[in-house]
């Protein structure tokens, strides 16, 4: 059974592209195209892994990692931004958020960051990997 | 031609003196001539019959007494007698003979020194008759023969002759003649003299008006004007002649009563005006006088209100035109006109007006043709200059009459300065609306770009790690790099056609276009504030004659101003309506496009004032007020009306009406 990764992001042209990814490299993916959606997603499906953006329209991804980090805090959560302040935003819910990534980022970055966040490698090694 | 027409057609030609002369002449040389004959009738006929009686008297006297001596048969007593009668004092200048004959006609006695001519016994008396008076011939005069008979009881026993000289009446008639011609004369003379006298009276001031009158025909109005007693003028005295606004209300009584209200002013004393006092020559002199000042003045001012108005059109900054209505051509322009359309003045005059502005100047013509009143203003019409180059007028139409013809007076600004001002102001108000919407358009060109990113390093890391790709999936990703990089340059042209200066002219816009162009800009930035598009594009929408980046602009500050308003009343985060309505729709030759927001509304005061200049409601720093301004001048300049509906608490509608363009006017531009 292969892994679920759960992506949301507004961006379909994006979404189509982890799909496609994700899918080479062997996960189930699942999409949802905003906050709320993801919601709902990740209630029935209970995925491996959330891969989501921040800024998005009806509810935004730090709202979401808020509901599902309370219902489900040992699934990790990876937050993509392309915006510096969103990243700030994001810098108080270290306790629920797996790893951030900041766009563009490279793919390579997403892969390492899913393999570990499934992995269970130390999101303070990441961290610091990321931000040495 | 017969006498009488000769005559009466020479009769003009003679002078009025002459004309004087001669019919007083003829008047008084008839009745004088007919006293005479009359005069003479009764003094010659009076003078004969006066002869006539001493005549008779005589030779009854003769008769009376000279019976007895013919009875006596005493011949001597008898001449004693008749000599005695003849030689009697002045009666011997008179009385040319006496004989006397008996019943048988025997002379018995006479006076002569000679024989008794034949002749003088032709007077013969009927029987019966007392007397009888002949006239006879008497050597060479003439002399008139009275016969009396004598009587003896009731028998004739013979008869007296008398003969009377008539030279002694003609001696008297030939006084009388002379005396009667010797008064003819001295009063033809003094008819003569008087009607002369009389003639040069009335015909010198007639001469004097005509020769007067012959100088102010060739215009001359500087000639002295004495006329009978007058002096000449001083026009200072009269405050109307330097000061044209001031009517001449003596002279110039037609224009009292034109407008009922105004006070009918007079000068107390008019120095120039002259009451007809005097015979009727004066009369004439005076209203003569009074005419040549009056045309002096109102000549003058005719001139002066000439040189004002001419040196108005000669020197004016703006060209104006005479256009005539009729042919449509231009019969005068200003050297303006001539300077600003670059044709020279020869050829200007002459030509069509249409040629100046074809698209335009057609309506003008026409409304002036078809009877129409008043002046017209056409704003922002366009015209080309010689050599074809466009520019933009506002025309000032009135209708005159020209050399007395229908004609239009055509002033003529050129606006293209203030349109270009207007074009710069809208271009930088564009180019700040282009920072206020840089954010959004960052969004917009992030997400091809993140995908484009995505996918090409998708196909590198495949490519690195030797995994398979299905080949459906290869080309997917392939083809939707392709299609983002066509949406980020769809994006840029977009930013690029909004910030690029507009043309002169206008296009053929469907109104959904800008409102899609500015979506495509901003949406996704309204949409992460949680602020959400509804739309409602009319399909099959009738173009306008507009700007499509104007009208941009015009839809992003509504757009800009919508989100302001909804963001003012509730937070992104916070939930709510946050919606913004789009909608587009033709209504009876109008396209429509109405934004409407869920924001807080407008107060009713301040709704008046929205499109006004440097009004904002925002707070100090937050904007100049110039966006709503500047969108009202680019929906009135597309003859657009923008309306507001706005309820406190509800939101506001902002729609906006534009005129479908006509299909005609679209295939000729």
Redesign the interface.
């Known amino acids: 059974m292969n892994d679920k990764v759960l992506v949301i992001d ?2 379909r ?2 979404l ?3 799909t ?2 994700l ?2 490299y062997g996960y189930e993916v699942l999409t949802a195209e905003n906050g709320r959606e993801g919601v709902e997603i990740f209630t029935r499906e209970s995925p491996e892994l959330v891969l989501t953006d921040i ?4 509810m935004d991804g730090i ?1 979401f990692a808020l509901i599902a980090a309370r219902d489900h805090p040992e699934i990790p959560i990876l937050l993509m931004t ?1 915006f510096a302040d969103q990243r700030e935003r994001a810098n108080g819910l270290d306790a629920l958020i797996h790893d951030v990534v900041t ?2 980022f ?3 970055d997403i ?1 390492r960051a899913v393999v570990d966040a499934l992995n269970g490698v130390s999101r303070d090694d990441t961290n610091l990997r990321r931000y040495a | 031609m017969t006498l009488d027409e000769r005559l009466s057609s020479r009769f003009p030609r003679i002078g009025l003196r002459e004309k004087l002369l001669f019919s007083m002449l003829a008047a008084i040389l008839f009745i004088s001539v007919a006293i005479a004959l009359v005069s003479r009738y009764i003094l010659v006929s009076s003078l004969t019959n006066e002869l006539e009686m001493r005549g008779f008297a005589i030779a009854h006297s003769v008769a009376e007494r000279g019976g007895s001596y013919i009875l006596d048969n005493d011949i001597p007593k008898l001449l004693v007698l008749i000599f005695d009668e003849a030689r009697l004092r002045q009666r011997k200048d008179l009385v040319a003979y006496i004989f006397i004959e008996d019943q048988t006609g025997h002379i018995l006695a006479h006076t002569l020194t000679h024989t008794l001519p034949e002749n003088l016994r032709g007077n013969t008396l009927p029987p019966g008759k007392p007397d009888s008076i002949k006239l006879m011939e008497l050597g060479n005069q003439e002399v008139y023969d009275l016969a009396a008979a004598i009587n003896e009881g009731l028998y004739r026993i013979g008869t007296v002759h008398v003969g009377l000289n008539k030279r002694h009446i003609d001696t008297l008639v030939g006084k009388l003649r002379v005396a009667f011609l010797g008064f003819i004369s001295a009063v033809v003379v003094i008819t003569i003299i008087l009607s002369s006298w009389l003639s040069k009276y009335i015909t010198k001031p007639v001469s004097d008006l005509t020769r007067l009158s012959d100088e102010i025909s060739r215009g001359n109005f500087d000639i002295p004007l004495k006329l009978g007693s007058g002096e000449d003028w001083d026009s200072s005295q009269c405050p109307a002649f330097s000061n044209t606004d001031l009517p001449c209300w003596h002279f110039d009584q037609s224009r009292s009563g034109q407008t009922p209200a105004e006070t009918h002013r007079k000068c107390a004393d008019c120095a120039f005006y002259r009451k007809h006092q005097g015979d009727e020559v004066v009369q004439l002199g005076d209203s003569f006088r009074n005419m040549v000042w009056s045309i002096k003045l109102y000549r003058r001012r005719l001139r002066e209100s000439e040189e004002k108005y001419r040196s108005l059109f000669d020197s004016g900054p703006d060209p104006i035109f005479v256009v005539d209505c009729a042919s449509g051509t231009i019969r005068d322009a200003n050297p303006r006109a001539t300077e600003l359309y670059g044709y020279p003045r020869e050829e200007l005059l002459g030509m069509p007006f249409l040629d100046l502005g074809p698209e335009h100047n057609a309506a003008c013509l026409d409304f002036f043709t078809e009877g129409g009143g008043g002046c017209v203003y056409y704003p922002k019409r366009l015209h080309y200059k010689n050599g074809g180059e466009p520019f933009f007028v506002n025309m000032h139409a009135c209708p005159i009459s020209y050399r007395g013809k229908q004609a239009i007076i055509i002033a003529v600004t050129d606006i293209t300065g203030l349109i270009e001002k207007d074009a710069q102001l809208i271009q930088a108000a564009k180019m700040k609306s282009l920072g206020e919407m840089s954010a959004g358009v960052a969004h917009e060109i ?6 484009i ?3 090409s ?2 196909l590198s ?2 490519e690195e790690e030797n ?1 398979e ?1 299905p080949k459906d ?1 290869f080309k ?2 392939v083809n ?1 790099i392709s ?2 990089v066509d949406r980020a340059a769809e994006i840029i042209d977009t930013l690029r056609s909004f910030g690029r200066k507009s043309d002169l002219m206008e296009e053929s816009v469907n109104l959904n276009e800008p409102v899609r162009a500015v979506l495509s800009m901003v949406r996704r930035q309204f ?2 504030d ?1 602020i ?1 598009f509804d739309l409602n594009l009319a399909e099959n929408l009738a173009p306008v004659r507009a700007h499509s980046n104007r009208l941009q602009q015009v839809i992003f500050n509504l757009v800009a101003n919508a989100r302001d308003a909804i963001n003012d009343v509730s937070h992104a ?1 916070g939930g709510g309506d946050r919606r913004i309505s789009i909608r587009t729709g033709s209504l009876d030759g109008l396209v429509f496009v109405e934004v409407r927001d869920t924001g807080g509304g407008i107060d009713e005061k301040d709704q008046q004032k929205i499109f006004e200049p440097f009004f904002t409601t925002k707070e100090a720093g937050q904007g100049m007020g110039l966006g709503l301004a500047i969108t009202y001048g680019i929906i009135k300049d597309y003859s657009g009306e923008i309306r507001i509906n706005s309820t406190r608490g509800r939101g506001t509608v902002f729609r906006m009406e534009f005129p479908a363009a006509h299909p005609r006017r679209e295939t000729t531009v």
């Open positions: 507004d961006e042209p994006t189509k592209m982890f496609l990814l899918t080479a800024k998005m329209p009806v709202a392309g766009k563009p490279s793919l390579a892969r | 992030n997400q091809p770009l993140n995908a990113k995505v996918g390093e998708f890391m495949m995994l790709i999936h997917e990703v939707e299609t983002q949409e992460l949680n959400h985060d």
